[in-house]
């Protein structure tokens, strides 16, 4: 804890005897009154302060030390991520919804690495670029975005056409619809509009939002392990939320073939293969 007891303590006593004091000086009606309880009030306000001066420091130091760390991270892995990946116009702000850079330079990574022929993406945004870059580095692969939010979905397939990936990239509208699974009524992708896939290399688990439903991305696995290749990979973000972590723990249970990697990145990333034979 930042503040000790003392601090607390202190902080009350100043808080008591500043009330007190101003209570006593409302009987000063005359200049030289308020001047001595004015004069009272800043002096307890400076012992407070300089009592506390020690815990101040501490949060002072311990909030910005922590900002600091997670800005030069940022820096570092955007750094890391555009020389791996040139963008012809810049990226859409990687904050808030959008992937973070560190999981941009593992998605990369894998991609470099694996060569995927097919990468299906839940939840567009600037993980499509990201991957279209790369498979335009190798010369070969495309990807299928899944989008719910046929507004996104637009802007999204506007971002691939400035970026000029428009060639390997199919944005699909991918409306939410009750799906059954598991004795359960989920709200998914509309399954209409992925039943064509096939031998997906890379599945890139993004979407739908959390807000959705409770444990919102777990059909995800049930509904396109049939349709991974034999060596495909599955690439999770915002793994350390309660929702996703209770998720791979479901699909690790249900499907033991499946070695879950854990990496630590800002919103947390897991990575699923399969465990050779
Ligand atoms: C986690 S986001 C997907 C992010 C994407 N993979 C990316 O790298 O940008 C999941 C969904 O949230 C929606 N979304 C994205 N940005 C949003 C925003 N600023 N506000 C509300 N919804 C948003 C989109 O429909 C998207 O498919």
Redesign the pocket.
């Known amino acids: 804890m930042l503040l000790t007891k003392r601090d607390i303590q202190l902080a009350a006593l100043a808080s008591a005897s500043v009330l007190t004091v101003s209570v006593w000086s409302l009987q000063f009606q005359t200049p030289p009154g308020l001047l001595l309880s004015s004069g009272v009030i800043f002096l307890i306000l400076l012992i407070t302060i300089l009592g506390c001066y020690r815990g101040l420091i501490r949060a002072i130091r311990f909030y910005s030390e922590k900002e600091f760390a997670v800005d030069h991270k940022r820096l570092e892995e955007l750094i890391l991520l555009t020389s791996a990946v040139t963008p012809a116009v810049p990226f859409?702000p990687m904050r808030?919804?959008?992937?973070s850079p560190d999981f941009g330079n593992i998605l990369a990574r894998e991609i470099m690495h694996r060569k995927p022929r097919l990468v299906v993406?839940l939840?567009?945004?600037?993980?499509?670029l990201i991957s279209a870059y790369c498979l335009r580095r190798l010369g070969a692969g495309r990807i299928v975005s899944l989008?719910?939010?046929a507004n996104?979905a637009r802007a999204s397939r506007e971002s691939v056409a400035a970026h000029g990936l428009q060639d390997l990239v199919t944005v699909r509208h991918a409306p939410l619809v009750p799906v059954p699974l598991n004795g359960r009524r989920w709200t998914y992708y509309d399954p209409a509009c992925f039943q064509d896939l096939s031998n997906i290399d890379l599945l890139?688990v993004?979407?739908?939002?959390a807000s959705v439903q409770e444990m919102a991305r777990f059909p995800a696995l049930p509904l396109f392990f049939e349709k991974l290749s034999p060596g495909a990979v599955i690439l999770v973000?915002?793994a350390s939320r309660p929702d996703e972590s209770e998720m791979l723990r479901l699909w690790q249970e249900r499907y033991p073939q499946l070695s879950i990697q854990r990496i630590a990145t800002e919103k947390g990333t897991a990575l699923l293969s399969f465990q050779a034979a």
Not at 96 to 99: E, P, Q, S
Not at 123 to 128: A, D, L
Not at 206 to 209: A, E, H, R, T, Y
């Open positions: 859409p808030g919804f959008a992937i993406e939840g567009s945004g600037v993980s499509t989008e719910h939010d996104y890139v993004d979407g739908p939002p973000d915002d």
